[in-house]
């Protein structure tokens, strides 16, 4: 719950079974305190790390005698292989080529 919601209700100082209403961006509120507090939390069993040192999980590692500095270089990309289509491929039903074949501009005479 919001720290600055928490300090207003206590100041509301409400007695068990009491109720106010606030008005709040133009909504009506309805706070009620109840008759019995709630039960407390179940405590559980302890953890076994209870009474633990906890370990500063930061390590000074040296550097490595065999690590190697490899300098990168720009350079354009190559392009990926062009996809392979197989035969069977293009003459499946509902294909249709992107260019059709052009007519011949040669008439018989």
Known sequence: MN???ADALKQLDLRPGETRL????????????LE??????PAGEPSQFADA???????NVPPSPRAVSVPAKFAPLPLPDPPVILPE????????PLHPPAMSSTRAT
């Open 89 to 96: 491929d293009e003459t499946a039903e509902g294909f249709t």
């Open 36 to 41: 019995t507090a709630p039960p407390p939390a």
């Open 22 to 33: 606030v008005t709040v961006n133009g909504y009506q509120v309805e706070v009620r305190r």
């Open 3 to 5: 720290t600055t919601l």
């Open 53 to 59: 040192d906890m370990l500063d999980v930061f390590l």
